[in-house]
């Protein structure tokens, strides 16, 4: 593999691109701790500086400390790490596709797995259960929807809007089938149908303990087919040409963003968007070579999660909307980034043929 | 959107008049099956004779009221509003030269849901009575950001994708709004979501008749445009037409005539779409004035049918009819897409 050469289609990787992706790194990580802390701090409570650290060093006022270790950290750990997982699902999906297009919630994948979670969840609970199984059954649902995807794209080798259409059309007719599940849990109703569009309330130390097992298993994993993703985006004749088993590579990078997207769906919902943006914007940062580009969708993705979940949040202290203002909930956090997400994809429709 | 290439419509060996008068006789027939059923299913069943003796007159006064007044109307506004949206949605595709193209992609159906959802969750204060007219106008807003964002389209199915996208923005704010609400408005609207016949009157089927009546006619005379605007703009320009006008023209019609059913009976999917494509099928032409009214039996009699089997298949539960349309006409639409390979009626890639 030409490693310091300019190679087109994948994006160039040279000692000037590497020195970019640590700086990028590098103000990427100091933005997730100051969004992280910022998270900490605001909300129904303000809290200052000195207070948060008191309180995460086991000091300070009782409330406080209630306040930041149960109730806000778990929530800001969460949102960090879903939203790295879907950032990463997202870049492998358009990598593999071929396809920048190509986001989890957009073609289907989350919904599968929110319909899979549903199938399994107990008649007539009203909550979201939480447990070790849920990662698990949600990836049988993701691994559904893609394989679907898979075949209806295998057939035509359709590329470009086209497949990112029939992803578009499989989504909702899962969702359909989700309607229909829905029906007979009247009394969670409210409850899913704002997972089932992602949101972070209410997320505490248990969902932390269900994710972060497989996150630290799965994010390596990718890293490490990183550079074989780097061949796949040559085209099919070249990556065989260069000796890649082309056929077990793609299936290995499908089923691993299938699994990145299940285990972020189990603990936040189908939050809508940020695997599109997170990878785009990565791209634009430090360049379309997956070696960079993977870690990079992780730790944007990342930060925008938060943001966007800080943003819902201060966004419903901050205007008194009617009918709210007892409210203690805040907006899902998959509303802000679908209504910040969807314009970007239009956006990203109107330059597809440069892209592609 | 418009086509690259434009290619003179091969001549059918067949002349599709006549299969027209079969069709349409085929299509009556099970308009009178889908009616008797309708009347017929469900509990009480009445047998045939008591039926009969219903409309002299005669009878349980129970039963003539379950028939008369709930299964009569619902039967009546499932024929209409499939009629309408079949012709809602021949329209479109004729208009955007796109076979693709369904009110359900276009942001139509995610616009009314929204004007609903704000006055059921804010309790915005519209009379009841007036109700519709916000919904048909939260429509025709989100079909008019479509059509203005499809002007920067290429190709069938980058318009459908800003289709998707407005729609995927309409269902932010629609989930805000729920999030918003109190947990027994969000189960009240869902309902209305899903799209359902189910509950519905004869106030309903009065308050679509007068569109129904309207737009349909106004669809007729507007076929011919259609068949024009079906060669490509560069054609119908050259026939003397002005192109870009007349589109608008017909999407108005096609986004009025979705958006009345809508605001009476919630989003119902792919009706619009796959009653054309049937249409076309079964009297192998592409000129909308025979697929027109072919297109309104079959969407009649699809969404009547679908309707009757959601009532009776898992009774006494019920599915929502518009949750069924969805499962089995995305399916459809799917085999479709993978099957062709493009979406412009003629040229194209």
């Known amino acids: 593999m030409a490693e310091n050469k300019a190679i087109p289609g994948i994006g160039e990787r040279s000692a000037r691109h590497s020195r970019r992706f640590w700086i990028v790194t590098g103000v990427l990580l100091a933005m997730l701790t100051a969004l992280v802390l910022l998270h900490l701090a605001f909300g129904r409570t303000p809290l200052s500086l000195e207070e948060i650290m008191a309180a995460l060093s086991g000091n300070g006022q009782d409330g406080h400390r209630h306040i930041v270790w149960n109730l806000r950290l778990p929530r800001a750990l969460v949102a960090m790490t879903a939203g790295g997982l879907l950032g990463l699902a997202g870049a492998i999906l358009q990598v593999v596709m071929r396809n920048p297009l190509m986001e989890p919630g957009l073609i289907g994948v989350s919904a599968g797995a929110v319909l899979a979670v549903i199938l399994t969840m107990p008649f007539s609970s009203a909550a979201i259960p939480i447990n070790g199984r849920m990662p698990i059954v949600a990836l049988g649902g993701a691994l559904l929807s893609i394989g679907m995807l898979y075949m209806f794209n295998g057939r035509t080798g359709g590329s470009g809007p086209r497949l990112a259409l029939i992803g578009v059309v499989a989504a909702s007719v899962l969702q359909a089938a989700n309607s229909l599940l829905m029906l007979r849990q009247q009394e969670g109703l409210a409850s899913i149908l704002l997972w089932s569009f992602g949101s972070l309330n209410g997320r505490v130390w248990a969902h932390w303990n269900m994710i972060w097992p497989w996150a630290l298993a799965l994010v390596p994993c990718a890293l490490l087919m990183a550079r074989r993703a780097a061949v796949l985006q040559l085209g099919d004749e070249t990556a065989v040409g260069l000796g890649l088993p082309l056929f077990r590579t793609r299936l290995l990078l499908l089923l691993l963003a299938a699994a990145l997207t299940a285990v972020s769906v189990s603990a936040v919902g189908a939050i809508g968007f940020a695997g599109l943006i997170g990878p785009h914007i990565a791209a634009k940062l430090v360049g379309r070579h997956p070696v960079y580009l993977f870690p990079a969708s992780v730790l944007l993705a990342g930060t925008l999660l938060i943001a966007a979940d800080w943003i819902a949040g201060s966004a419903t202290l901050s205007f008194s909307l009617p009918g709210m203002e007892h409210r203690v909930t805040s907006l899902p956090a998959g509303a802000v980034t679908t209504l910040l997400g969807a314009p970007f994809f239009l956006y990203l429709l109107r330059l597809t043929k440069k892209l592609i | ?349």
Request: glycine share 12%.
């Open chain 2, 1 to 349: 959107m418009p086509s690259e290439t434009v290619a003179i419509p091969k001549p059918k060996e067949r002349r599709p008049q006549r299969r027209l008068l079969p069709a349409a006789l085929l299509g009556l027939f099970a308009i009178a099956a889908v009616i008797a059923v309708g009347l017929k299913g469900g509990s009480p069943s009445p047998s045939w004779g008591e039926l009969a003796g219903l409309i002299s007159g005669e009878g349980d006064a129970l039963v003539r009221t379950i028939v008369a007044e709930i299964r009569l109307p619902r039967v009546v506004l499932g024929l209409m509003v499939g009629a309408m949206l079949a012709v809602s949605g021949t329209l479109m595709q004729g208009a955007m030269n796109n076979r693709l193209a369904g009110p359900e992609l276009l942001g139509l159906s995610a616009g009314a849901s929204l004007a609903a959802a704000a006055i059921l969750v804010l309790r915005l204060p519209v009379p009841y009575h007036l109700q519709p007219l916000c919904v048909l106008a939260g429509g025709l807003a989100g079909g008019a950001v479509v059509i203005m964002a499809a002007r920067i389209a290429r190709g069938a199915a980058g318009m459908l994708l800003i289709g998707m996208s407005v729609t995927a923005m309409l269902n932010g704010l629609l989930i805000v709004l729920i999030a918003m609400g109190t947990s027994n408005d969000v189960n009240l609207f869902y309902a209305y979501l899903l799209g359902s016949l189910a509950n519905r009157g004869w106030e309903q089927v009065l308050r679509v008749l007068p569109w129904f009546a309207a737009m349909l006619p106004v669809a007729f005379v507007l076929a011919k445009r259609v068949n024009l605007l079906q060669l490509g703009d560069d054609s119908a320009s050259g026939l003397g037409i002005n192109a870009g006008l007349s589109r608008i023209v017909i999407l108005l019609a096609s986004a009025m005539l979705l958006a009345s059913t809508v605001a009476e009976c919630g989003p119902i999917g792919y009706v619009s779409l796959l009653a054309p494509h049937l249409a076309r099928a079964v009297i192998l032409s592409q000129d909308a004035r025979l697929v027109l009214p072919v297109s309104a039996l079959i969407g009649a009699v699809l969404l009547a049918l679908a309707d009757q089997l959601g009532r009776l298949l898992f009774a006494p539960l019920e599915l929502p009819v518009g949750v069924w349309t969805t499962l089995v006409g995305g399916t459809v639409f799917l085999l479709i897409l993978s099957r062709k390979n493009g979406g412009a009626f003629h040229g194209g890639k």
